[in-house]
């Protein structure tokens, strides 16, 4: 399994863009970039998935080099419900997955 | 669409007992997932369950047990009880092999465990 390394803590203020970046130098070939977001007691909640350069959606984008072995999530214009912990996790397509959650990064965002 | 859903929302028991913890899958998906998260740190995947059959386990004990119905809800079983057993219990839902990439965990708002 890849195991991802991130910021533990991040500080942000309202409107700024937030970036996170994760290192997942053992990245294998078949493996995947996902990240999710949780607030305080609740479950987390999907975020973005990607294999290489960038993904968008409505909430992020991800942005993925031609190695692999780094990703960067990022979130435009961040707001005070942004905060919350953001984990990474690298794991393989298919059924047989076990996804590992590190102790993601805390985001704060200030007013 | 129901998401998914877990109960108890809060149980306290004592060092040696039992507790069973329920989850009900979102509506479509057939894996069901477990994961224990202590204070601070992230979810700890326990293990899962595809159709009914454990699909892969983490670094628990046999202690935790688990069981898949037909329905493809399922249940969380902890024996002997441990102080250190107190955390938030996670459930997750998903469809593994729906399009590319890993199938999207869905999880649940959690069931908070104190063993005193």
């Known amino acids: 399994l890849a195991k991802t390394t991130q910021p533990i803590s991040m500080d942000s203020y309202e409107g700024q863009e937030v970036n996170i970046t994760c290192s997942h130098n053992?990245?294998?070939?078949?493996?995947?970039i996902t990240w999710y977001q949780q607030f305080p007691s609740q479950g987390p909640r999907f975020i973005i998935q990607?294999?290489?350069t960038k993904v968008t959606n409505e909430v992020a984008s991800l942005f993925i080099p031609a190695d692999r072995k780094s990703s960067t999530l990022s979130l435009p214009r961040v707001s005070l419900s942004d905060t919350a912990v953001y984990y990474c996790?690298?794991?393989?397509?298919?059924?047989?997955?076990?996804?590992?959650f590190g102790r993601g990064t805390s985001l704060i965002v200030h007013p | 669409e129901t998401g998914v859903t877990q109960s108890p929302t809060h149980l306290i028991k004592t060092r040696g007992q039992q507790v069973t913890l329920r989850c009900s899958s979102q509506?479509?998906?057939?894996?069901v997932s477990w994961y224990q998260q202590a204070l601070g740190q992230g979810p700890q995947f326990i293990f899962q369950?595809?159709?009914?059959?454990?699909?892969g386990r983490g670094n628990f004990p046999p202690r935790f047990s688990g069981l898949q119905f037909p329905n493809y809800s399922s249940e969380l079983n902890v024996n002997a009880l441990e102080l250190d057993d107190s955390a938030l219990y996670l459930c997750?839902?998903?469809?593994?092999?729906?399009?590319?990439?890993?199938?999207?965990?869905?999880f649940g708002p959690g069931t908070r465990l104190t063993v005193l």
């Open positions: 996790l690298v794991g393989l397509s298919g059924g047989s997955y076990i996804p590992t």
């Open positions: 053992n990245i294998a070939t078949n493996d995947y």
């Open positions: 990607g294999y290489k």
């Open positions: 369950y595809y159709r009914e059959e454990e699909n």
């Open positions: 997750a839902s998903s469809f593994p092999g729906q399009g590319q990439g890993i199938a999207t965990q869905y």
């Open positions: 509506s479509g998906h057939n894996t």
